[in-house]
């Protein structure tokens, strides 16, 4: 029997608590690390003092090699776009949020839709979904989520073009792949704690601990904690609370059987935001710091919780073997208001109008299990050398959700002067139900033919058996199944020329597959079920250059890339695939040192989109949240006294909210600032200005034009750190 849900308007109480303690944990975690050092020397576990010798005060910005297994070759001699955000951009940018980092990578866009704010990230690679494409340490990291959290990541790799061959299905304008922290044998600990405007508090610690000092050689241990509090500039009421930790231990490092295992955890507590109502995209002439939401009666409550496995082992010089296990688990609650226009309402707006405030719900478990193994062969063929790659995927991802209703209503509020307080409202599950399985089976195998000093070719192959089923129960108890099992080959091939040792020149094409229910929250229907795999095929040409003395990476790349068979609909209702959409532009790109004292992050995107074929009254149309040029720059500078500058902009042309092309969202330009300063070896201090100029944009628009989110405010962040 359901029941109903009353508003208990002191609940959130706890969370001040809870961030509270983990403020305390993450303080603690580097105090009783440097107390260690300080014990008294009677003790046969007695530690040495903690050194910073070794510790680099400023990382590079530019990463010469990524992550990945299956990317065997520096960056440089890799043929496709890669942008690589390092651990030193995000600390310098003060990043809180996944989307925080992705500001660093133009042709990145993110989008409202049933993601605004409420339902996960909702972003766009080159203009096509890249949703699905997020992944953590390679494997796929396909949770509804918000507000992933970088507290715990070494760096963000950013791969542009169809890629399923790298990352498995999607990826058709590209992927991501987080890079998770790791033990070293390299002791050290930090802390920051920071406080800014809109009442934020947050703090983070990273303590490195090896084991070699008390007789367990190889061994290390790492621990990374974070606690974040805070409204968000611009808008009203709007609350983001979180809490993570992320242990790991590693065993046999620097030998060539190493095993890692880690864990991480991260909960949050929020008020969650779908903005403005919009009336076909256009904005009312409104604050935009209103919220139309309830107050006391929309939460959104979100923990995940994974697990992993990794083994290393180095047969020898030429083989290298290479199993990654993994569960993981993410549950989501959330009840978040809709603001919509009435039906008649027009872009008079007068001062009389009125906001509806539908409330969507969703209570929701998704589940991963996956194991990766790979194998890496270094041989020879007579004059020619081979990197190859093999390996396999197996993967079983599910969803549920249950139906919640509303218990009561929720009346309509002012447009100029929403009133978010006095709504006695609750919910209850209606019975109805969701749950969607997806069940990956792939095999791989990639290979880098070095012909000699100055020509390489790359090729890959890559086989998935994709199964998707999904079983929905109706409010009265009615049943529907319905599955669908789908089988790519996948590919990609590349030709490298290298003029000089520090630069290539390259052509490159790839492919890439968007099955039905590739995303196991969106379950296969009675037409889906019937449809084959979607088909991305991507072209590029490029040279990347490491100048300087090889200290800065710069890069410039010609791209196309076209979904071949897009699901549209005929005159007679039905779902064919004859759909076609293109995404064409030129990327250039540079991150490094241009002296050892100025540094460099950023790039420039041009997209020229259109719908081919297959749109309808679409057809010719530009791609939805597809800007013709988008940029973004990072520099910092080392002044003399210890002190350091740096200072971003990003600028986001316009773009057309959905394909119908009625309607742009305006550019934007944010400007951002830090300055910092060592104080000694242990200290410092750091000071951050996002959105600088307090410029007032729409970030994110719902795909109908029924919402839109405004982009952050002035925020302003002071950090200390201390570092052992």
């Not at 599955?483 to 890439?512: C, D, E, H, Q």
Request: charged share 20%; net charge negative; no cysteine.
């Amino acid at each position: 029997m359901s029941i109903a849900k009353p508003i208990v308007a002191s609940a959130r109480v706890s969370r001040h608590v809870l961030t509270a303690s983990t403020l305390g944990l993450a303080l603690g975690a580097v105090a009783s690390s440097a107390n260690a050092q300080q014990t008294g020397s009677s003790s046969p576990t007695q530690l040495p003092a903690i050194s910073v010798e070794g510790q680099t005060p400023h990382q590079d910005y530019k990463v010469d090699q990524s992550a990945s297994p299956k990317r065997t070759q520096p960056i440089v001699d890799t043929p496709q776009t890669i942008t690589i955000i390092p651990r030193q951009v995000i600390e310098d940018q003060k990043a809180t949020t996944l989307r925080d980092v992705l500001r660093n990578t133009p042709g990145i866009t993110f989008g409202a839709g049933e993601g605004g704010g409420g339902q996960g990230e909702n972003l766009r690679i080159r203009g096509f979904d890249g949703s699905n494409d997020i992944l953590l340490d390679g494997m796929r990291d396909s949770a509804v989520r918000n507000n992933r959290d970088p507290f715990n990541l070494e760096q963000v790799e950013v791969t542009k073009g169809a890629a399923s061959t790298q990352s498995g299905r999607g990826s058709a304008g590209g992927s991501i792949n987080q890079i998770s922290k790791t033990p070293q044998l390299r002791r050290f600990a930090t802390a920051d704690v920071t406080v800014g405007t809109d009442d934020l508090k947050r703090a983070t610690a990273d303590v490195n601990m090896p084991l070699t000092e008390i007789g367990i050689t190889g061994t290390a241990l790492r621990l990374n904690v974070m606690a974040h509090d805070s409204g968000v500039a611009g808008r009203d009421y709007v609350e983001n609370s979180r809490w993570g930790v992320a242990p790991s231990i590693a065993f046999g490092l620097g030998t060539p059987l190493r095993v890692t295992l880690s864990y991480l955890h991260q909960s949050d507590d929020n008020i969650p935001d779908y903005g403005i109502p919009g009336l076909s995209g256009v904005a009312p002439p409104v604050d935009l710091s209103s919220w139309y939401g309830v107050k006391g009666f929309n939460t959104e409550e979100q923990t995940t919780d994974i697990g992993t496995a990794l083994f290393e082992y180095d047969v020898n010089d030429a083989v290298s073997l290479r199993n990654q296990f993994r569960y993981g688990e993410s549950t989501r609650f959330n009840i978040v208001t809709i603001p919509r226009f009435p039906t008649g309402t027009t872009t008079a707006f007068p001062p009389g109008t009125q906001v509806n405030r539908g409330q969507n719900f969703r209570d929701s478990l998704n589940t991963l299990l996956v194991n990766q193994t790979d194998a890496t062969f270094r041989f020879t063929t007579g004059p020619v050398a081979h990197t190859m790659v093999a390996g396999m995927e197996v993967a079983r991802e599910t969803y549920k959700n249950k139906g919640i209703s509303l218990v009561g209503t929720v009346p309509s509020t002012s447009l100029y002067n929403p009133n978010p307080y006095g709504v006695a409202v609750g919910w209850a599950y209606n019975g109805s139900k969701t749950e969607t399985e997806g069940d990956t089976l792939a095999f791989y195998l990639l290979d880098t033919i070095k012909l000699n000093e100055q020509w390489e070719i790359t090729g890959g192959l890559r086989w998935d058996r994709y199964a998707a089923e999904a079983t929905s129960t109706a409010v009265g108890g009615a049943v529907t199944e319905y599955t669908k099992t789908s089988r790519m080959l996948s590919w990609n091939a590349g030709i490298v020329y290298k003029p000089l040792p520090f630069g290539s020149v390259y052509a490159a094409a790839s492919t890439s597959f968007n099955p039905s229910g590739e995303v196991p929250q969106t379950a296969v229907n009675a037409t889906t079920s019937l449809a084959d795999p979607q088909e991305n095929v991507t072209y590029e040409v490029g040279t990347k250059w490491e100048l300087l003395g090889e200290r800065l990476l710069v890069s410039a790349a010609l791209f196309q890339t076209t979904k071949t068979n897009e699901r549209s609909t005929d005159p007679t209702g039905t779902t064919i695939l004859d759909g076609e959409r293109q995404v064409r532009g030129f990327e250039l790109g540079a991150q490094g040192k241009i002296t050892d004292a100025w540094q460099v992050f950023g790039g420039y995107t041009y997209m020229d989109s259109e719908i081919v074929k297959g749109g309808g009254a679409n057809q010719g149309n530009e791609l939805a949240n597809t800007p013709r040029h988008s940029f973004s720059l990072w520099t910092s500078y080392d002044l003399p006294w210890d002190l350091r500058v740096a200072g971003g902009v990003q600028y986001v042309g316009e773009r057309y909210f959905n394909d119908n092309n009625l309607v742009k969202n305006d550019s934007y330009v944010v400007v951002d600032a830090m300055v910092s300063y060592k104080v000694n070896d242990t200290f410092g201090l750091q000071l951050n200005a996002y959105n600088l100029f307090d410029e007032e944009y729409i970030d994110k628009a719902h795909g109908g034009g029924g919402h839109l989110i405004p982009g952050l405010g002035r925020t302003v962040m002071l950090s200390t750190s201390v570092s052992f």
